[in-house]
């Protein structure tokens, strides 16, 4: 009888300190993934929108988009206009979907921009062994 119950408090404890890593991992992980914030994430960003009659440096900005922490004041510092009416346009991301990866490279990624028949490179392999030594 005493054996079982020795057993079962040994059985209780690994489960418990199985359970208390897991637990531990699962925070770790929570506080290391990047938080969305109420701006919008990590890339938030803002485009300066304007009427007709809006000064000629807000015209300069169009298309432009920042980084909300790294966006001008409003009103921009060279506004002509009596009364400024410029604000921000908020986007979920400072890239406009204009993808300038070529869809013809491997894989999809990386900056490809042509092809070589020929090897480049002038030196010799730097892993490859030159005084016999194995």
Same mark, same amino acid.
């Given at each position: &009888?005493?054996?079982?119950?020795? %057993?079962? $408090?040994?059985?209780?404890? %690994?489960?418990?300190?199985v359970?208390?890593? +897991?637990r531990?991992?699962?925070e770790? =992980?929570?506080?290391? +993934? ?9 890339f938030?960003? %803002?485009a300066?929108s304007y ?6 440096a807000a015209? =300069? &900005? ?8 790294? $966006? ?12 400024? +009416?410029?604000?921000?346009t ?28 020929r ?12 005084g016999?030594?194995?």
């Amino acid at each position: &009888m005493q054996e079982t119950l020795l %057993v079962a $408090a040994l059985i209780l404890a %690994v489960i418990w300190l199985v359970l208390r890593i +897991r637990r531990n991992k699962l925070e770790i =992980a929570a506080e290391s +993934r990047p938080t969305k914030t109420s701006t919008g994430g990590a890339f938030h960003a %803002v485009a300066i929108s304007y009427s007709e009659s809006a000064c000629d440096a807000a015209k =300069a &900005m169009t298309g432009r988009r920042f980084l909300s922490s790294a $966006a001008p004041r409003l009103p921009l510092p060279e506004c002509d206009a009596l009364e400024c +009416r410029c604000q921000f346009t908020h986007h979920d991301d400072r890239r406009t979907g204009q993808d300038r990866r070529s869809p013809f490279s491997p894989g999809n990624y990386g900056g490809g921009t042509g092809t070589y028949e020929r090897e480049r490179r002038d030196r010799k392999d730097r892993r490859k062994s030159t005084g016999g030594q194995s």
